[in-house]
C-alpha cells in the first residue's frame, strides 16, 4: 500500500522528469565551464607566447672571458652555477641574505666553525699565522667563474708565492666571506657578527662599488627586504595562503584575481607602515648621499676592526660600465648613476681607499668581463694581484702587511 | 539520429549528476562529524567564562584584554595610578599588541606606528620609530640630546608614556641640570623595542648614526631579554619563522579550494608530501643552534654582552657620544617573585640567577650594575605589573638611579643618593 502511495506521489511530483532536467542542464553548464576553461586557456597561451616574444635573451655568459680555459671546464663552472642557482638564497640574521652551503666540483659554499657560510678559495702552502677576510659582492664571491678563480682565490695564490720567497715568515689564509648581492652595509654587519661569534682575522678586505644599487642607494636597506616585509606582513595577517592549482585555467584566473587583491592591499600596508620603503630616487641615488653612505660605512668598519687590531683595506673596484671595453652594456638609465658615482670617486678622492676603477683602461683589458658587471677569470686575477701590491705598498718591511 | 544522441546525452547527464550528488553526500557526510565536535567545543566554551574565577590583582575581564595580559598582569602594581588610568593602559596595550610588528631592515622587527591616549609610537621619514606622545626632532642643536635603547622594558610595556624610564630620565636629567644651576634643554628618545637584544640594539643604534643622527649619550638597558635573544648566539626573535617563510617562498605548492572536505583530504596527502619536500629542502641549508652547559651559558653571554659593548664603544668614541651600559633589574633575581599572581617559568629563573649573579662582578667603564635594585628598593612594593615588565614607579626609581649615573659616574651609585 505504502508502495503503490510512493509511487502515485513521485508520479504527481513527476520527480524523476524534474531530476532528468537538472541532470540536463548541470551537464549544459560542465560543458560550458569546460569550453569557458578551454577559451581562457587559449587566451593565457597567447599571452604567454607573446610574452615569450618580448622577453629579453637571459644574459649569457660572454664566452670571450674564459679564452684561457678549456671547454670541458667552463661547461662544468656554468653547470655547477646553474644548479647552485636553484638552491636560492637563505635568511640569515642581521645579514638577512646569504649563499646556502653548495658542493660540487668548481662550486663549493662551505661553514665556518661558528656556523657562517664562505666560498672555498685555494687553499694555503704554508704554515697560517693570519687571517685575512674578504668581503663584497657577487664579483667578489666569484659569480660565473670556478673556486680557484676568484679574487681571494688569486690573493691567496700571491699569498702563497710571497711566502715561498720568505720562508720563515707566517703565512696567511684568505677567506671568501663575500655575498651575491651584499652591499657595503650588509658586509659590516657581517663583519662584527663574526667578531661577536669570536673570529679575530689580522686583516679585512672590502671590495665594493658594483652592488652600489643593492641598499635603495643610502637609504642603506637591504636587497630582497620589501619582499621579506611583504611576506613578514601576510604571515601576520593571514594572506599567505597556498594559490590553487594553475593547470586548471578557471582556477588560474581566480589566482590571478587573488593576487591583485592581495597586492593592493599589501602595497596599501607597505606604504602605510613602512617609510623605509618608500622611495626618494633623486635624493638616495646621488652621488654626495651615496658617497656620505660610503664613507660612513667605512668609518664605521675601521673603528670596529680597531677595538680587535684588524687592519682593514677599502678597494673601490672597477666596474663593467665603466671606462672598461665591456661587450655587454647596461641600459643607459642605469650607466648613468655608475657614471656620475665612480667619476665622483675619482675626482674627489676619499683617503684610505685603493680606486681600482681606472685598471680596465690602464692594461687596455679587452673581453675581462663574463657579463654586464661580473669579471672573467683574468681581472680577477688582476684585481687580486693589484690588491696584492697595494697591501705591501705602505710597508717596508717584507715579512709581515 | 538527432533523436539518439540526443537520448544519448540524456542518459550521460544523468551519470553526470548522479556522480555530482555521491560527491556532495559524501562530502556532507565527512563534514558531520568535525560539525558536532565544533558545536561541542563552541558549548564548552560557553561555559568556561562562568567557571573562570577572578583572581587577586587580575583585570577585570570586561577589559577585553588578552590572554597573556589576563595570565600575567597585576593591577596592584600600578601603585599611585587611577584605576580609570590603569584600565585605559591596558586597553591600549592590548590593541597595540593588535598591530603586531613591522620588518625593518638588519634589526629584523620593530613596533609600527601607533596612535592612541597613552600608547603612542612616532615614526621619522626614515622609518625609525620611537616611543613618545608627541614627535619630536631626533637632532636638534643646542639641546643635549639622549637616546636610550633597550628591549620592551624600556619602552615602557603597560606603562602610559609619561611612565616610561627614558620619560622619567629626561625629567630627572633637567632636574639634576637645574639643581646645578645649568639651564639645558634635555631630549631623551626611546628607543626600546620589545624582545631586543643588545646586539640588535647595537645595529640599530649604528643604523641611526649611518643616517646622520647624531645623539649626545646613549643608554643601553639590557639583561631581561636575554633568552629571547637566544644569548649568546644573538638571533633576534623571530628569526627561525622569517628562516622558515623565506625558504617556503622559494617553493612554490597549491592548494585545492577547502570548501569540500575531500578536497581538504586531498590537500592534507599534498600537504604532506609538500613537508617532505621542504624538509629535504631545508636539509643542510641552516647550520644547529648552539647549545651550552649552564656555566658555560654564563660565560659565553657574559661575553657576548662584552664584545657587543666593545663594539658600541668603537662607535662611540668615532662620533664622540658617551655611552652607558645599564644591567638591568629583573623579576626573577632578588625581586620577591613569589608574592605576584604567577610564578615565572622555572626554565627563565634557572637561567637568569646564575647569570645575574656573576654580572655583579662584571666591570667596565660607563657600566652600572642595577640588578640588585629591588632589594635595595625595599620589598614592601609591588615593583612589576607582569612577568617582566616594571611599574611606574619602579621606571622612576630606575630612571632617578640611572640619571645620577650620568651625572656622577664615578661615584659609585647607593640608594640614600638621590637627585
Given at each position: 500500500m505504502w508502495t503503490q502511495y510512493f509511487n502515485s506521489l513521485l508520479a504527481k511530483l513527476q520527480l524523476a522528469r524534474h531530476y532528468q532536467m537538472l541532470a540536463l542542464v548541470v551537464t549544459t553548464a560542465g560543458f560550458l565551464f569546460l569550453g569557458l576553461n578551454g577559451v581562457i586557456s587559449l587566451w593565457y597561451s597567447s599571452d604567454e607566447g607573446a610574452e615569450k616574444e618580448n622577453v629579453v635573451v637571459q644574459p649569457q655568459v660572454d664566452l670571450r672571458a674564459y679564452h684561457s680555459v678549456s671547454k670541458e671546464r667552463l661547461r662544468s663552472v656554468l653547470n655547477d652555477?646553474?644548479?647552485?642557482?636553484?638552491?636560492?638564497?637563505?635568511?640569515?640574521p642581521y645579514v638577512q641574505v646569504a649563499d646556502p652551503p653548495f658542493k660540487s666540483k668548481t662550486l663549493n659554499v662551505t661553514r665556518d666553525e661558528y656556523g657562517f657560510e664562505f666560498r672555498k678559495s685555494t687553499a694555503p702552502n704554508h704554515v697560517v699565522g693570519h687571517k685575512v677576510f674578504v668581503f663584497g659582492g657577487s664579483t667578489t664571491f666569484g659569480v660565473h667563474a670556478a673556486d680557484e678563480w676568484t679574487i681571494p682565490s688569486y690573493l691567496q695564490e700571491a699569498f702563497n708565492t710571497r711566502v715561498q720567497q720568505y720562508p720563515n715568515t707566517l703565512g696567511y689564509e684568505v677567506v671568501n666571506y663575500a655575498g651575491r648581492g651584499h652591499s657595503w652595509?650588509?658586509?659590516?654587519?657581517?663583519?662584527?657578527?663574526?667578531?661577536?661569534?669570536?673570529?679575530?682575522?689580522?686583516?679585512?678586505?672590502?671590495?665594493?662599488?658594483?652592488?652600489?644599487r643593492n641598499q635603495q642607494g643610502a637609504k642603506n636597506v637591504p636587497i630582497w627586504s620589501r619582499e621579506t616585509a611583504?611576506?613578514?606582513?601576510?604571515q601576520q595577517r593571514g594572506f599567505l595562503t597556498f594559490p590553487f592549482p594553475n593547470e586548471i585555467p578557471i582556477l588560474?584566473?581566480?589566482?590571478?584575481?587573488?593576487?591583485?587583491?592581495?597586492?593592493?592591499?599589501?602595497?596599501?600596508?607597505?606604504k602605510q607602515r613602512y617609510a623605509y620603503l618608500n622611495s626618494h630616487p633623486e635624493s638616495e641615488f646621488s652621488t654626495q648621499a651615496l658617497r656620505q653612505s660610503y664613507v660612513e660605512t667605512m668609518k664605521q668598519r675601521k673603528a670596529i676592526a680597531e677595538v680587535y687590531g684588524i687592519k682593514t683595506h677599502f678597494i673601490w673596484q672597477p666596474h663593467g660600465q665603466f671606462r672598461c671595453a665591456n661587450n655587454r652594456l647596461l641600459g643607459s638609465d642605469q650607466q648613468k648613476p655608475v657614471k656620475a658615482l665612480y667619476d665622483d670617486f675619482l675626482k674627489n678622492r676619499i683617503p684610505g681607499i685603493h680606486n681600482l676603477s681606472q685598471l680596465c683602461e690602464k692594461n687596455k683589458l679587452v673581453n675581462a668581463f663574463a657579463d654586464e658587471l661580473h669579471y672573467g677569470p683574468d681581472l680577477n686575477k688582476l684585481v687580486a694581484q693589484t690588491i696584492f701590491e697595494k697591501l705591501y705598498e705602505r710597508t717596508h718591511d717584507e715579512h709581515t702587511l | 539520429m538527432t533523436n539518439i544522441l540526443f537520448k544519448y546525452y540524456k542518459l550521460f547527464s544523468l551519470m553526470v549528476l548522479n556522480t555530482l550528488m555521491a560527491f556532495f553526500i559524501v562530502n556532507g557526510l565527512m563534514k558531520l562529524p568535525g560539525h558536532l565536535r565544533r558545536s561541542e567545543v563552541q558549548s564548552a566554551s560557553v561555559r568556561l567564562p562562568a567557571l573562570t574565577q577572578v583572581h587577586r590583582g587580575q583585570p577585570s575581564p570586561e577589559l577585553k584584554l588578552n590572554e597573556h595580559q589576563m595570565k600575567w598582569v597585576d593591577s596592584r602594581s600600578f601603585e599611585g595610578v587611577p584605576p580609570e588610568q590603569v584600565s585605559q593602559i591596558l586597553s591600549d596595550f592590548a590593541s597595540f599588541a593588535q598591530v603586531g610588528y613591522a620588518f625593518h631592515p638588519y634589526t629584523h622587527f620593530s613596533e609600527p606606528a601607533f596612535q592612541s591616549q597613552t600608547v603612542n609610537i612616532q615614526m621619522d621619514d626614515k622609518g625609525y620609530s620611537y616611543r613618545a606622545s608627541k614627535s619630536h626632532p631626533l637632532s636638534a642643536k643646542g639641546t643635549y640630546q639622549v637616546y636610550v635603547f633597550g628591549g620592551s622594558t624600556t619602552l615602557g610595556w603597560h606603562t602610559a608614556d609619561n611612565q616610561t624610564i627614558p620619560h622619567y630620565l629626561a625629567e630627572a636629567l633637567k632636574k639634576s641640570y637645574r639643581k646645578r644651576g645649568q639651564t639645558r634643554s634635555v631630549t631623551v628618545t626611546n628607543f626600546g623595542k620589545g624582545y631586543y637584544s643588545w646586539f640588535q640594539e647595537m645595529i640599530l643604534f649604528q643604523r641611526l648614526l649611518h643616517s646622520g643622527y647624531r645623539p649626545d649619550a646613549v643608554v643601553f638597558l639590557d639583561g631581561v631579554n636575554v633568552l629571547h635573544a637566544d644569548s649568546p648566539n644573538e638571533t633576534p626573535h623571530n628569526t627561525k619563522d622569517l628562516i622558515r617563510l623565506w625558504d617556503k617562498a622559494q617553493i612554490s605548492s597549491t592548494a585545492l579550494p577547502n570548501t569540500f572536505p575531500l578536497f581538504k583530504t586531498v590537500n592534507n596527502w599534498a600537504r604532506d608530501s609538500y613537508r617532505r619536500l621542504f624538509r629535504d629542502f631545508e636539509q643542510g641549508r641552516h647550520p644547529h643552534r648552539r647549545t651550552y652547559s649552564l656555566p658555560d651559558w654564563v660565560a659565553?653571554?657574559?661575553?657576548?654582552?662584552?664584545?657587543?659593548?666593545?663594539?658600541?664603544?668603537?662607535?662611540?668614541?668615532l662620533y664622540q657620544i658617551q655611552p652607558y651600559f645599564v644591567w638591568q633589574p629583573n623579576r626573577a633575581y632578588l625581586c620577591q617573585s613569589s608574592k605576584y599572581r604567577q610564578e615565572l617559568p622555572e626554565e627563565y629563573r634557572d637561567k637568569v640567577v646564575p647569570l645575574y649573579t656573576e654580572m655583579k662582578q662584571f666591570k667596565r667603564p660607563h657600566f652600572v650594575y642595577m640588578g640588585d635594585l629591588c632589594r635595595k628598593m625595599g620589598f614592601k612594593k609591588r615593583l612589576f605589573i607582569d612577568d617582566v615588565h616594571y611599574s611606574p614607579s619602579f621606571n622612576r626609581a630606575i630612571a632617578q638611579e640611572l640619571a645620577y649615573f650620568m651625572m656622577n659616574p664615578k661615584r659609585v651609585v647607593t640608594t640614600s643618593d638621590t637627585l
Open positions: 652555477e646553474h644548479s647552485y642557482l636553484q638552491e636560492g638564497t637563505v635568511f640569515r652595509y650588509q658586509e659590516l654587519v657581517l663583519f662584527e657578527r663574526l667578531l661577536h661569534a669570536g673570529h679575530r682575522p689580522s686583516m679585512a678586505i672590502f671590495i665594493d662599488g658594483v652592488a652600489f611583504a611576506l613578514w606582513e601576510k588560474r584566473l581566480i589566482n590571478q584575481i587573488e593576487s591583485v587583491e592581495t597586492n593592493k592591499k599589501m602595497n596599501f600596508i607597505l | 659565553k653571554t657574559q661575553q657576548s654582552y662584552h664584545t657587543t659593548l666593545d663594539q658600541i664603544e668603537a662607535l662611540t668614541s
